[in-house]
């Protein structure tokens, strides 16, 4: 038996949560230079990403109701993959553009799904 799909979403809360912590009180200039919370950020958007992917295959239902969701698991190849060619200004902008949009739509998902099974 797989991982139940709703134990994924609990992951983007959390790693969406540690990003929020990580860039509180930062300006876009401090980001871009802070080496090591550009790279904690980076990695909880990676966990984004692949918690996604995941969730895509073991209850594509569920992820259909997440939009953009083949751009995050994009943005975590990129981060991945294509790490030389990563700004920090557009991961900025996704984080204060588009994470408090993502996190709105799993609390939505987690509050009428419950907690995941053991």
Known sequence: MGRDPRAFLWDVRAAADKITAFVQGKSADEFVRDELTSSAVERQLEIIGEALGQLAKADPAIAARIP???????????????????????????????????????????????????
Do not use: C, F, M
């Open 68 to 118: 953009d969701l083949s751009q995050i698991v994009a943005l975590r190849n990129i981060l991945i993959h294509g790490y030389v060619i990563v700004k920090r200004d557009l991961v900025w902008r996704t984080i204060h553009d588009d994470l408090p949009r993502l996190r709105e739509v799993v609390d939505g998902l987690l509050a009428s799904s419950g907690p995941p099974q053991q």
